[in-house]
Structure formats: C-alpha cells, structure tokens
C-alpha cells in the first residue's frame, strides 16, 4: 500500500501549514493621508479617485517585500530560518505578514524532505510502511511557538490601531465641528484665518480612521473648508499668495517625477514616488484653472514609474516560470532513469543528466 506523506506526517504539522497564517485585517490607509489637505475645492472627482487608487499602489510595496523574502528563503537552512524567523517575531510590528509566510513553507519544505530521505532510509532497510514514524524535530516546535508569538503581537497591535482610529475618529469629528463654527462666526478675520490654518494642521496630524467613516469625514471636511473660503472671501492677497507658492512647489514635484522615469533602479524610483506623492496632498491648492493640467501632469509621470514597477516583478516571475519549467524537466529526467538495470560505474556515466 502507498503512504500518502499526509497520513504519517500532517498530524505532527502546525494548523498554519496547511494554510495561510491567520491574522487580524490588518490596517487601512485612509484618504486623509492620502488626498490633499486643501482650503478651496481643488480635489476633481478624477483626482479623489487617483489618490484612492494610489493606495492600493503603496500596499504593493508590502507585497514585493514578500516576494523578494520569498526568493531568498529557499537558499536557507533550517537553522537559518529559524535564526531569521525570531528576529522577525521580535520585531513583529515591522514584520510583514508575507514575510513570515515565506520563512515557515520554506521550513516545512525543508522539513518534509528531510521526513522524505528518512522514509526511504526505512523501507530500504527492510521497514514496513505502516511501521515507520517520522522522529520529532526540536527545531518544529520552536518554529510553531515562534508562529503563535507572532500571531498574539499581531493581534495585540492591531488592537491598538483599532483603539486609535476610533479616538481619532472623534477627534476629527470636534475638528469639522470647529470648522463649521468658523463658517458661521463674524469674528475678526485675522483670528478666523488662524484658527483655519490650527484646524488644517491638527486634521492632517490626525491620521487613521475606522474605513467605514473615511469618505464621510472627508466629504464633511471639504464641504467646510470650501464653505471657508466662499463666505469670508479671501481669494485676494491671502489666496493669491498660497496659489502661488503651491504653484511652484507642485510644479517641481512633477518635475522630479519626471526625472525618475529615468531612474536605473527601479525599485528605488517607486518609493522615492510614494514619498512625492506624500508631498502633493500635503501642498495645498493652486488656482482652479491650473488644477486639472497640473494633477495630469503629476498623474501622467507618476503612471510610467508604476508602470516600470509592475514590469519588474513581472519579469522576475517569467524568470521564475523558466526556473521551475527547467528543474522540472530535469526531475522527468530523473524519474525516467531504470536504477536497477544501472549496473557499472559505466551505466551511470551514460545515464547522465543532459541540461
């Protein structure tokens, strides 16, 4: 009877090995760190949604990480993962999810071929198959506590982010209450365009959300600080000077972008692109003739290195595609070979693997 590895070994193998490590969703982004803290109503619908989309971009950067941990753990030892697997568990909040992945099937696969060799070790030695027994491995069980550690940090920190999106949830929600009252005050303007400009500061200080709220909060926050600027009517010298300024700073962002189109490294461009991108939303608005033509420029740049980002990966992964095609291949080599009827030191020498 054929033993599937499965019947004999999978009851010694932690619940993750058979399946992703389970986590706590992790945390979102929101828009509030994304799109534009703005006076007047500069953000189009096209450029709200770009700046959502760019999201999902920055959330790529997490993924390539695991890639590229991915590609590197099949070079290690078990030792070494296990070296490399507790200093990620002891720096879990800066530890990705797919990086922990990668390290524990890169463990299990090594794992399993060492149960393979000591499998054929035992029957060749006259064993049966329903005799042998898998010996335990004592890197295993600190490989499976290194997994739940990690799994209870994990969970612990984003308990905390949940703790602080809500009070920063209610902290925004004083914020748009303060910049509704200023719509309605007939104060001094000096003192209304001050405490504007403190309501500005603390709303972009105050980052994450609860996702459910994000769009209504910004939509209020607009609405408010649109209202602002139409009822006290400051689009003279105080406007007038901003637009310029944010004018000239935006300006040289997109020519920086543009610049990095022509960056050799192009992993590099991509970060340095989502550190510009942070600067845009931070500028604020210019004059609402120029809005459109400077975000598509910005947008237009921003496109190719992204572009030339995805290229990458993907050409690593037709790499990795020809890897595998060509190490399969040698296996059907292998299998096709009669080992009993290899007789001489000859015989093998004919029976030599052809790359």
């Known amino acids: 009877m054929r033993l599937n590895m499965k019947d004999t070994h999978e009851a010694n193998l932690p619940t993750e090995e058979n399946g992703k490590l389970e986590e706590t969703k992790a945390p979102e982004t929101t828009p509030e760190n994304t799109a534009e803290e703005v006076v007047t109503n500069e953000t189009t619908d096209a450029e709200v949604a770009a700046e959502e989309t760019s999201e999902a971009e920055v959330k790529t950067d997490e993924v390539a990480a695991g890639e590229e941990t991915v590609a590197t753990t099949g070079k290690l030892s078990k030792e070494e993962i296990l070296e490399k697997l507790t200093g990620l568990v002891g720096a879990a909040a800066d530890a990705t999810r797919n990086e922990v992945e990668a390290l524990k099937q890169a463990y299990y696969k090594i794992h399993r071929s060492e149960v393979d060799e000591l499998k054929k070790a035992f029957l ?57 009252a200023l719509t309605e005050s007939q104060e001094d303007f000096n003192k209304l365009y001050n405490d504007f400009k403190d309501i500005q500061q603390r709303w972009k200080e105050v980052k994450a959300v609860p996702q ?144």
């Not at 004592?138 to 550690?149: G, M, P, Q, R, Y």
């Not at 595998?324 to 292998?334: D, F, H, S």
Request: with cysteine.
């Open 212 to 355: 459910e709220h994000v769009s209504e909060l910004w939509k209020n926050y607009q609405t408010y600080s649109e209202k602002f600027y139409d009822i006290i009517k400051i689009n003279n010298q105080f406007r007038d000077y901003d637009f310029k300024k944010n004018l000239e700073m935006k300006t040289a962002l997109c020519e920086t972008v543009e610049k990095l189109q022509t960056e050799p490294d192009v992993i590099s461009a991509f970060h340095q692109l989502q550190k510009l991108h942070q600067q845009w939303r931070e500028i604020g608005p210019v004059a609402k003739e120029l809005r459109e033509d400077l975000w598509s420029r910005f947008k237009a740049a921003s496109t190719i290195i992204n572009k030339r980002h995805q290229e990458h990966f993907e050409g690593l992964k037709a790499k990795e595609q020809e890897n595998l095609e060509a190490k399969t291949a040698i296996c059907e080599q292998i299998e096709n070979i009669d080992f009993p009827a290899l007789k001489s030191f000859k015989d093998w020498e004919r029976k030599k693997i052809r790359k």
């Open 124 to 180: 060749t030695a006259g064993g049966e198959e329903k005799d042998f027994v898998a010996p335990e491995d004592e890197t295993e069980s600190k490989i499976k506590e290194l997994l739940n550690v990690y799994k209870e940090k994990r969970a612990a920190i984003l308990a905390e982010e949940e703790r602080v999106k809500a009070a920063n949830y209610a902290l925004k929600l004083q914020l748009i209450d303060q910049l509704k």
